[in-house]
């Protein structure tokens, strides 16, 4: 079993920047996807950005060229740096450890960006 907790959520002005952190209790070597969701009020809970166990990226059409995900295998994290922000980014962010026999997630972190 895999535990994740997320660090780093926060209240900013808009154009500010803020980088999400999920520390993960084990090896997340093996995990196939790890990923960041977000979910505003009265929104579904949306993919943001994931990361394959080979690195490669994907991300959501909003935040293409302004967050940027990343994993350290050796340190078992996964962090988000999140830049330009604006107020429709405000939401709580999930961290997730997807696929395979992989299904775990952390209980989120708020950002919210003030404009």
């Known amino acids: 079993q895999v535990q994740l907790v997320e660090s780093g959520g926060g209240l900013v002005q808009a154009g500010g920047s803020l980088r999400l952190s999920c520390q993960a209790s084990?090896?997340?070597?093996?995990?196939?996807?790890m990923s960041w969701y977000r979910q505003a009020p009265g929104k579904q809970r949306e993919l943001v950005a994931t990361i394959s166990s080979g690195g490669t990226t994907h991300y959501v059409d909003s935040v293409k060229g302004r967050f940027t995900i990343s994993r350290d295998n050796a340190k078992n994290t996964v962090s988000l740096q999140m830049n330009s922000l604006e107020p429709e980014d405000s939401a709580d962010y999930y961290c997730a450890a997807l696929g395979g026999q992989y299904e775990y997630w952390g209980r989120g972190t708020r950002v919210t960006v003030s404009s």
């Open positions: 084990g090896s997340i070597f093996r995990v196939p996807h």
